[in-house]
């Protein structure tokens, strides 16, 4: 690893913005390597050789950002079509549209409503439930997470949409979960069906993959994919900075113990139909289907001539993940944030090592915010220990 100034771990979000940072802005060399056989990280996108329909790997995503300088950043690599993501659920036999709106509530309760009505009905049951838990417990704090989403939209809709959908995601009955780990469900009096309220959404026109080719294609930088940073790890000098953005828990060698994390299986199909279920991602809240979700990418890009009668669809299994698994969402209990403060005290002795990303940091981030926490970063840390700091040549 003579001659690279930086070296970054992770092909996603988080590592591409720093690569691409050090190599056009401060004109220094850089080596990413990713485990992976691909770029992209989780935002990864791909053609289905089936039917020929760009999927994403790990999972639908939709870019969405309220950041001018995020929102700015990405115009270099990629124009964004102006597709707004919206989201159905399933409940038994019915179709309800999410987040929670008067359309949902309308339909769950049989009869249109206005949203003072809807707002009466909600509190009401709210009500009920708060009474009727002092009346068992002696107490009226919420402290699981059953309480806390009833306390949010109330018994009928937290019964049809929110429980069987929550104990399928965690595998555990909603009343013994933490109430932390969500917070307040939203519930929109109004007919406004969009999934996210950001002032910028769209996805990228040439898909997320070409995003990443054009952010890492500077001669300053050395693309090395399947390789694993801890083959390469004693080749690194203290005098060269380290960007790492894989699980904090595996770079300690799990010392202070391992983190908790949720993971998600994917199952493909491809359908000889130009049509599966007519939306990008439709939710299933009934505790007997197994899956959570079915995402159907074509819709993603309606202005796509995607000619072939062919749809791929991916339904989606959550469970914990095991070591050797994908990890996707974190669980951060009361232990892992235990952990994860002995980690910090560790990577404080690592002075030439940035920790950043979702994994480097055992936060959920969307795209936006890696992307945000990344240039932070770069304007932060990277230039500061960069500076002075020449390489012998
Ligand atoms: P990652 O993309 O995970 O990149 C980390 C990279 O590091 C990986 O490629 C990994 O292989 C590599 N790596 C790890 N360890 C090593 C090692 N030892 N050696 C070499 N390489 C290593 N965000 C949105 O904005 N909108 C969405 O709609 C959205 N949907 C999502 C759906 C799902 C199912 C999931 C899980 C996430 C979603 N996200 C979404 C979040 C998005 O995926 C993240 O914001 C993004 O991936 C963060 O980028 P990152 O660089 O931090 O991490």
């Known amino acids: 690893l003579d001659g690279f100034d930086v070296v970054v771990v992770g092909a996603g979000f988080f590592g591409a913005t720093i690569a691409e940072r050090v190599a056009n802005e401060l004109g220094r060399k850089v080596c990413v390597v990713d485990r992976r056989a691909h770029i992209g990280g989780n935002a990864y996108s791909e053609i289905d050789p089936d039917s020929g329909i760009e999927v994403h790997r790990y999972g639908t995503h939709i870019f969405h950002t309220n950041s001018d300088t995020v929102w700015r950043y990405l115009q270099r690599f990629t124009e964004f079509t102006s597709y707004r993501h919206r989201v159905f659920t399933v409940a038994r036999g019915r179709l309800y549209s999410m987040p929670i709106n008067l359309a949902t509530i309308s339909a769950a309760f049989g ?7 809807a707002k009466l009905v909600i509190a009401a049951e709210a009500d009920d439930h708060v009474h009727a838990h002092v009346h068992v417990h002696g107490a009226s704090v919420a402290q699981n997470l059953e309480d806390k989403a009833i306390a949010s939209v109330g018994r009928t809709l937290y019964d049809l949409l929110i429980r069987g959908y929550t104990q399928k995601q965690w595998q555990t009955e909603p009343s013994e979960l933490s109430a932390d ?12 069906d969009r999934y996210f309220a950001d002032r910028y959404e769209g996805m990228p026109v ?29 080749q690194i000098r203290p005098d060269q900075l380290v960007i790492y953005t894989g699980p904090i828990d595996r770079f300690f060698r799990y010392r202070c113990g391992e983190l908790g994390w949720r993971t998600v299986d994917f ?3 491809v359908h000889d139909v130009d049509d599966f279920q007519g939306t990008s991602v439709i939710n299933y809240a009934d505790a007997d289907v197994p899956f959570t ?3 159907e990418f074509r819709h993603l890009h309606p202005e796509r001539d995607y000619r072939e009668p062919k749809t791929t669809i991916y339904r989606e299994y959550s469970r914990f993940a095991g070591r050797d698994d994908e990890p996707y969402y974190p669980i951060n209990t009361t232990a892992d944030r235990a952990i994860l403060s002995g980690y910090r005290m560790m990577m404080e002795k690592r002075p030439n090592v940035i920790f950043g990303g979702r994994l480097g940091s055992y936060k959920y981030l969307d795209m936006h915010q890696a992307i ?18 020449e390489l012998p040549s």
């Open 206 to 234: 040439d898909g997320y993959t070409a995003i990443f080719q054009r952010m890492l294609k500077s001669p300053n930088i050395e693309l090395r994919l399947g390789v694993d940073y801890f083959d390469i790890a004693d």
């Open 267 to 269: 199952a493909r199909e």
């Open 111 to 117: 009869r249109a409503m206005t949203p003072q009505e």
């Open 293 to 295: 979700r079915i995402h």
């Open 181 to 192: 780990i969500i917070g307040r469900l939203p519930v929109r009096l109004n007919f406004d």
């Open 372 to 389: 945000g926490a990344a240039l932070k970063t770069f304007e932060n840390e990277v230039t500061t220990f960069l500076a002075g700091r």
